[in-house]
Every structure is written in C-alpha cells, then in structure tokens.
Antibody, heavy 129, light 110 residues
Framework: QVQLVESGGGVVQPGRSLRLSCAASELIFSGYAIHWVRQAPGKGLEWVAVISYDGSNKYYVDSVKGRFTISRDNSKNTLFLQMDSLRPEDTALYYC??????????????????????WGQGITVTVSS | QSALTQPASVSGTPGQSITISCTGTSSDVGGYDLVSWYQQNSGKAPKLLIYEVTKRPSGVSHRFSGSKSGNTASLTISGLQADDEADYYCCSYAGPSNCVFGGGTRLTVL
C-alpha cells in the first residue's frame, strides 16, 4: 500500500523539543526526496523543509532555519523532523509528503519542487505553556 | 517569502466551470513552470491535482486543468460536481531551494 504515516506529535512547552517521524513503505520512500508541510489550525498550507533521496541536501523555510533539522534513515524507510526551540507559532498539523521525481535534465535546486504526490495523514504538534 | 495570493472563496453550480487564480511575482510563479495545485477535503490530507503548471497525475479527472500567464497561475474545474467542494491550494517554487503556497481558496458548490 502506498502510504506515509507520521508519528511523534503532542503537546510541548515553548522552548522545548520534539521529534516527528514519517514511516513509509520502501516502494514509495527509496529514491525520492521527501517534504514536511504544516498547517496551522484553520490556516493554509506552509512548506517547511525537504531532504534529498540520499540525505545529502536539505532545505528549510526561513522561519525554522537553525531550529528544525530534517533527516532520514533509508535503511528503515523513515523520515524525521527534529524540532528544537519550539514556539507557539509552530503549532500545526505536520504532513510528510513525497516529492515527484524531476525530469532527468534537472538535478539542481529546482529538482525537489515539481510537486508532492503522496501525503501522510498528518500529526498534530501543539506548543503551549 | 510571502504567500501566493488566491481568492478566499469561489462558488459555482453543478455543471458550471470555475477558475481559481494564484498570483505571485516574477520570483516565483512568473519565473518557473513549477506550479502545482492541491485539493484538500475537510479533515483530509491534500491531494495533488496539477503539477508543472499543466500536467495531471494519473487518476486525476480531466475536468481539472491548469494554466499560467505571467505571474498568475490558474486552476479551472469544468463540469462542477458536488464532491469538488473543498479547499484548493497552489504552490510554486520560489527559489532558492524553497517553495511557497497560496493562502487557499474555499470552493462552494451551490
């Protein structure tokens, strides 16, 4: 079955840390870049981060740079998002989403942004004192 | 980076065609053919409808089509159906190495 399953969410105080996981079948994980996208309550989607298929390239939205770290364990088909120094504005439903493979001629920075074709069901993170 | 601009809401009647716009700048929508569109039903994960401005993934109805002119991308839904009622989001590469979503459009089928 083609699916991504997030876990690790919860309620955490401002300034504390949380680590999200996204487990996938090898069929949909191996060889693909993977994104984290979040959605604050009642708000729209916000791209958070992306990691290349081999973990060598990682990119972040400005608001989480220096606080969040995306990583992956390809031997376990699992993606992670380490979230440190959490803020109330990080409260959101966090989705992992698979990146469409780019055409063969694109191996640059744009290659991760052709679209997101498989999404998890999301996991809630609440940052509150 | 600022969110792309979408109308907050659009509406239509069954069978009608509607268009949702997504306006950015020459640094995002206008600069790259890397606009994608997503449908999100209430309480569900987003679903990819369109990628690379005009392409449809397999399994997505031909009633959904995408286009772009200058700094504005558009999603057109033809033959509107009741189950098209959802939130729709555009997304564009916004260089370097990041992307930005639109604020979302709520489609109501009257």
């Amino acid at each position: 079955q083609v699916q991504l399953v997030e876990s690790g969410g919860g309620v955490v105080q401002p300034g504390r840390s949380l680590r999200l996981s996204c487990a996938a079948s090898e069929l949909i994980f191996s060889g693909y870049a993977i994104h984290w996208v979040r959605q604050a309550p009642g708000k729209g989607l916000e791209w958070v981060a992306v990691i290349s298929y081999d973990g060598s390239n990682k990119y972040y939205v400005d608001s989480v740079k220096g606080r969040f770290t995306i990583s992956r364990d390809n031997s376990k088909n699992t993606l992670f998002l380490q979230m440190d120094s959490l803020r109330p504005e990080d409260t959101a439903l966090y989705y992992c989403a698979r990146s469409l493979p780019p055409p063969s001629y694109d191996s640059g920075h744009t290659s991760y942004f052709y679209g997101m074709d498989v999404w998890g069901q999301g996991i809630t993170v609440t940052v509150s004192s | 980076q600022s969110a792309l601009t979408q109308p907050a809401s659009v509406s239509g009647t069954p069978g009608q065609s509607i268009t949702i716009s997504c306006t950015g700048t020459s640094s995002d929508v206008g600069g790259y053919d890397l606009v994608s569109w997503y449908q999100q039903n209430s309480g569900k994960a987003p679903k990819l409808l369109i990628y690379e401005v005009t392409k449809r993934p397999s399994g997505v109805s031909h009633r959904f089509s995408g286009s772009k002119s200058g700094n504005t991308a558009s999603l057109t839904i033809s033959g509107l159906q009741a189950d098209d009622e959802a939130d729709y989001y555009c997304c564009s590469y916004a260089g370097p190495s990041n992307c930005v979503f639109g604020g979302g459009t709520r489609l109501t089928v009257l």
